[in-house]
């Protein structure tokens, strides 16, 4: 989001018209829910659990992980259990985090 965005909500009401005041995304910016995801791929022997360690650096993330375990968060550090499939040879795991 950039402040250009704020003054678009801002202006909406009282000036000029212009696209970005006629698009369908006419609500308040507070009131939407913005997601925002990363996905990352990894490689790891078959059969094989890997644990990393993901750092929150804002309070009260509601941080999601399709395709991995994520554990309680301890002082800002969120620990993330990777386990790849029981096949011979290395794999790869896509993790996709969402908050």
Do not use: C
């Not at 965005?5 to 910016?29: C, D, H, L, M, Y």
Request: aromatic letters at 8%; proline letters at 5%; charged letters at 20%.
């Amino acid at each position: 989001m950039t402040a250009g965005a704020f003054s678009v909500a801002a202006n909406k009401t009282n000036g000029p018209r212009t696209r970005a005041t006629q698009s369908p995304w006419r609500e308040s910016i507070a009131s939407r829910r913005i997601s925002i995801a990363r996905s990352s791929s990894l490689e790891g022997f078959g059969g094989a659990s890997y644990q990393l360690l993901l750092r929150e650096n804002v309070a009260n993330l509601k941080v999601h992980a399709d395709g991995a375990a994520l554990g309680d968060l301890n002082h800002g550090l969120r620990p993330v259990t990777v386990e790849f499939p029981n096949l011979p040879g290395y794999r790869t795991k896509t993790i996709t985090f969402s908050w």
